[in-house]
Nanobody, 124 residues
Framework: QIPLAESGGGLVQTGGSLRLSCTASGRTFDFYAMGWFRQAPGKEREFVASISRSGMTTDYADSARGRFTISKDNAGNMAYLQMDNLKPEDTAVYYC?????????????????WGQGTQVTVSS
């Protein structure tokens, strides 16, 4: 496992943008595929986006596709989630995670390390 930490959450109006960041200590990100998940109150943690270890392959939940962009900077040991055209239903705690495999995955059990989360609130 690797320690992960998210930042960049906050309060934004509908249609606004936020950029979440995820940093890690220890092993560099070029060794891991990464994912972003979110959890709203009373709901299960759900997949948002993933990026392969190489950074060449990405995957998105239907709710995120076309509005969110996942990326990672292996040299800088950072992963990002750019979120545009935000909606109130995007309100949740967002978590980054490092994957067990080279392509990430859509299930929480595909990941072995998690950050503490960062709150995103979208007002209508």
């Amino acid at each position: 496992q690797i320690p992960l930490a998210e930042s960049g959450g906050g309060l934004v109006q509908t249609g606004g943008s936020l950029r979440l960041s995820c940093t890690a200590s220890g092993r560099t990100f070029d060794f891991y595929a990464m994912g972003w998940f979110r959890q709203a109150p009373g709901k299960e943690r759900e997949f948002v986006a993933s990026i392969s270890r190489s950074g060449m392959t990405t995957d998105y939940a239907d709710s995120a596709r076309g509005r969110f962009t996942i990326s990672k900077d292996n040299a800088g040991n950072m992963a990002y989630l750019q979120m545009d055209n935000l909606k109130p239903e995007d309100t949740a705690v967002y978590y980054c995670a490092s994957a067990k495999g080279i392509f990430g995955g859509v299930n929480t059990f595909d990941y072995h390390s998690w950050g503490q989360g960062t709150q995103v609130t979208v007002s209508s």
